[in-house]
Every structure is written in structure tokens, then in C-alpha cells.
Nanobody, 122 residues
Framework: VQLQASGGGLVQPGGSLRLSCAAR????????VGWFRQAPGKEREGVSR????????YYADSVKGRFTISRDTARNTVCLQLTSLKPEDTAVYYC????????????????WGQGTQVTVSS
């Protein structure tokens, strides 16, 4: 049972990346799946989340309008499309899953994916 994150890389400012978080060994129905990021010397920041069953989404103000979270029910996967990337988006991005719904979901996280590095630099 695990989450597999992938899709990070090096991109120039203004560029795009697509991160994926695939669940293996369990179904994401009735789970909230979210993305966090952590830059060196900074606290971990919640970026976005989606309730897999309904597709209900949330975005942090820092990424609203630039990032899009989505679900692929056939592949049991959540994706995070990053566009209009800025140097301050540079961080290790982690996905996580909790079998609850709501703004306090992070207190009930059961699974974490490994981090994937996103670097935005010219």
C-alpha cells in the first residue's frame, strides 16, 4: 500500500510541469488527496487538495489560478498541473492521502508519497 509521486523536474520561469500521485494497493474513493511542498529553510505548505469521490478541490492562495488538481478514477491517480511557474515555487512536492473530507484532513493523513523535486530557474 503506497502512494507513488512523479513528474518533478527543472523548468524555466513561466513553464509548466505535471505531477502525478498514483495509489497502489488501495482505492482512493472516499479519500482526500493533497499536495504539499517544502522549500529549504521554510515550513511545509499545503498547496492543493481534492476529494477523490466528488472532485471537490481547494487551492492555496499562492497557487490559485496557476495550479490545477484533478483526478483520474480509472488510474486511481491524482495529478497536479503546475503552470506559470515562478522561482518561489521551487520545492520538494509531496502527495498525501487521508480517508476523510474537510479542511482538517491533514490531521488524518494515512499515506505519504515520496517527494519529487520541482526547480524553477533560468
Amino acid at each position: 500500500v503506497q502512494l507513488q509521486a512523479s513528474g518533478g523536474g527543472l523548468v524555466q520561469p513561466g513553464g509548466s510541469l505535471r505531477l502525478s500521485c498514483a495509489a497502489r494497493g488501495f482505492n482512493l474513493d472516499y479519500y482526500t488527496v493533497g499536495w504539499f511542498r517544502q522549500a529549504p529553510g521554510k515550513e511545509r505548505e499545503g498547496v492543493s487538495r481534492i476529494y477523490f469521490t466528488t472532485g471537490s478541490t481547494y487551492y492555496a492562495d499562492s497557487v490559485k489560478g496557476r495550479f490545477t488538481i484533478s483526478r483520474d478514477t480509472a488510474r486511481n491517480t491524482v495529478c497536479l498541473q503546475l503552470t506559470s511557474l515562478k522561482p518561489e515555487d521551487t520545492a520538494v512536492y509531496y502527495c498525501a492521502a487521508a480517508s476523510v473530507y474537510g479542511s482538517d484532513w491533514s490531521r488524518e493523513i494515512k499515506y505519504w508519497g515520496q517527494g519529487t523535486q520541482v526547480t524553477v530557474s533560468s
